[in-house]
């Protein structure tokens, strides 16, 4: 719909796996963004990608690691998460460079839910 | 930072009355303010925007209007119908040359159309 896919859609985890949620974006776009979405929460910005480096990390647990491999591909490894981890986890992108105005678009999310 | 309040939580309207969703936020440096909506299964999607140079946008049955003095906007829905109900969230940024921005977003609004 939006240009930008997730997969899986649903992910079910133990506590001691590793997993990897990925996102890929088809709409050109060089700034790359995961947030997280709890129950009865603002969205919670994660990580920010721009041209594959990071510049933002908004004091993210390393049990959650990025990666950015390049600029249509994003991807977040997770492994001994905690059940308050479960969550929805969406991944977003935009523009992000040589324009003033910019604008987010946002994939379908990803329900991961920790046991 | 920035910090984005949004009001009501919850709110249920008849088939064909207006709704409207209001947004405060404190830095005001921030010149952008997007609002998204989110149906259930689905990521966020943006359906319309404000940026500080206007007071007011509308786009058919949808507006926002924008108070920088009082930092504050609003979204205006008229001639609701179910199709409307989901989750609406105000967001705000700082846009500018550059690369990617942060958006920092509401708690969001459940919108439920009453036929």
């Known amino acids: 719909e939006t240009g930008v896919t997730q997969t899986p859609r649903h992910l079910v985890m133990g506590m001691t796996n590793k997993k990897s949620l990925k996102c890929e974006q088809h709409l050109g776009h060089n700034a790359m963004y995961w947030y997280k979405q709890s129950a009865k929460k603002p969205l919670e910005l994660m990580f920010v990608?721009?041209?594959?480096?990071?510049?933002e990390n908004n004091s993210v647990p390393s049990r959650f690691s990025p990666e950015c491999p390049n600029s249509s591909h994003l991807f977040l490894h997770l492994h001994t998460l905690q059940p308050e981890d479960s969550a929805l986890y969406l991944c977003?992108?935009?523009?992000?460079?040589?324009?003033?105005?910019?604008?987010?678009?946002f994939g379908p999310g990803t329900r991961l839910t920790v046991l | 930072g920035e910090n984005v309040e949004q009001h009501p939580s919850t709110l249920s309207v008849q088939e064909g009355d207006s709704a409207v969703i209001k947004c405060t936020y404190s830095d005001s440096a921030s010149n952008y303010f997007p609002w998204y909506k989110q149906e259930l299964g689905k990521g966020p999607q943006l359906i319309i925007d404000i940026r500080s140079n206007v007071g007011e946008k509308k786009d058919q049955r949808i507006a926002v209007t924008l108070n920088k003095t009082a930092k504050h906007f609003s979204l205006h829905i008229t001639e609701t119908q179910p199709e409307d109900s989901a989750v609406y969230f105000c967001?705000?940024?700082?846009?500018?040359?550059?690369?990617?921005?942060?958006?920092?977003f509401g708690s969001g609004t459940q919108l439920t159309v009453l036929p």
């Open positions: 967001a705000a940024s700082i846009e500018g040359w550059g690369s990617a921005r942060q958006l920092t």
């Open positions: 977003a992108s935009s523009q992000g460079v040589g324009v003033i105005t910019d604008t987010q678009y």
């Open positions: 990608y721009s041209l594959e480096e990071r510049v």
